[in-house]
């Protein structure tokens, strides 16, 4: 969804929240299955990818299961389930597809039977929402409970902002592809040699320019975005999907912004996104249309395929 930012958006920051707020899901599941530990994820045969996709070494060993506490309540999880929660946390929103993919080695039995447990244990709420074409899709997001449990244990890294509950149904599906957009993304930091990745949302970026416009007023426009690593495109700070940040081979912090456009955004929308610098992401359905825009506005920018 392309989210840009105006003073405007002083009242609307998408702070982090449980449940919806307009319409609801089409429908909420439950999947009742005997637990299973699902085989070790996909792409972790290099130390170094790791930082991609954060996970044990062999989750069925002995003592991989621990006892977390929220509030008064215990909760007994097994090491691939606590990663779920992890990956739910700093995402908001993740696909059941492409859970099993990236965390689960398309184990997706393994997958659900985690899923059904932490749902069970209110941890995990699923909804389905229709997608673009129409069809529905399973979505993953934290609980409040299951925030809390995350928060209490120190369960993400330190610095990390999390979130929780489908604060925006209509942007659910979007917000989902972030997931599988940082995998394509972040397999190439770590190729040249980067680590310590962190998830940048937007809700955060727009958090802390909310912050800066209320001290510094909006005639402190371009300084607010040059500090936030932004510009200031027309009369407006353009905020992308997802940043990531990361320590490079030198040990110098880079970043990287990325953008998923859809068949939703306007031209004029696209057209900011790019003059701002984001690496620009289209389904193989929408590239087409999204190039023939960049040139229609004689910009030159590679539309990557998610």
Known sequence: M?????????EDAREPVSGTRGQSPARETIHQE??????????????SQSQRDPFPKDPRSPGSSRVLYERDRAHKLRSSQVHTLSNL???RVIATDDLAKHSYRDDREGMQQDV?????QGLVRCGTFEGPDANPRALLTLTKTGHRLMRANRLVPKGQSTYHGFVKPKEANHDADLYQLYQKEAGKILDKGGRNLRVVLDYELKRKL??????FGTESRPEIAARHGLQVVGNKIPVPDLRIEYENREGDMGRVDLELTTENYHPRQIAEKARAGFSLYASPSDADRVRRILDQH???AEILTL
């Open 2 to 10: 392309s989210r840009d930012f105006t003073p405007a958006d002083l």
């Open 34 to 47: 005997q637990d299973r530990n699902p085989d070790r994820p996909i792409h972790l045969d290099r130390d």
């Open 89 to 91: 946390a700093k995402f």
């Open 116 to 120: 059904s447990n932490l749902i069970r």
């Open 210 to 215: 909310n912050r800066d416009f209320a001290r």
């Open 298 to 300: 004689e910009i030159t």
